[in-house]
């Protein structure tokens, strides 16, 4: 049975940081697409990075609002994804959750993934 576990949000400063861990069993990630999602108040899923396969040696894909700010990171002896979050802003306020399991077999940032973690809070304040 495939779990995936997110954790590290919280409330933090505009300008502030924080790093969301993702976490996976039954599931080896090294071996698959792993994205991340937000899902803001009364708004849709949208994708914000994807990481590829460690094989891959691709460089991972983000969303344009959250270039040069966010950074995706795999430890795969942790079976473990980090998304690095810094200079925060307010729009970043959301449920963010991981993903994996492409169904199209492209990593990619439409929500096509098979399994889905159960998101953790980033609230931004002013």
């Known amino acids: 049975q495939v779990q995936l576990v997110e954790s590290g949000g919280g409330s933090v400063q505009a300008g502030g940081s924080l790093r969301l861990a993702c976490s996976a069993s039954g599931w080896d990630l090294r071996n698959y697409c792993i994205a991340w999602f937000r899902q803001p108040p009364a708004k849709g899923r949208e994708g914000v990075a994807v990481?590829?396969?460690?094989?891959?040696?691709?460089?991972?894909l983000y969303t344009d609002s959250v270039k040069a700010r966010f950074t995706v990171s795999r430890h795969d002896s942790e079976n473990i994804m980090y998304l690095q979050m810094n200079n925060l802003t307010l729009e970043d306020t959301a449920m963010y959750y991981c993903a994996t399991g492409s169904k199209s077999g492209y990593c990619t940032l439409e929500p096509q993934y098979r399994f889905w973690g159960q998101g953790t809070q980033v609230s931004v304040s002013s």
């Open positions: 990481i590829y396969p460690a094989l891959s040696k691709r460089n991972p």
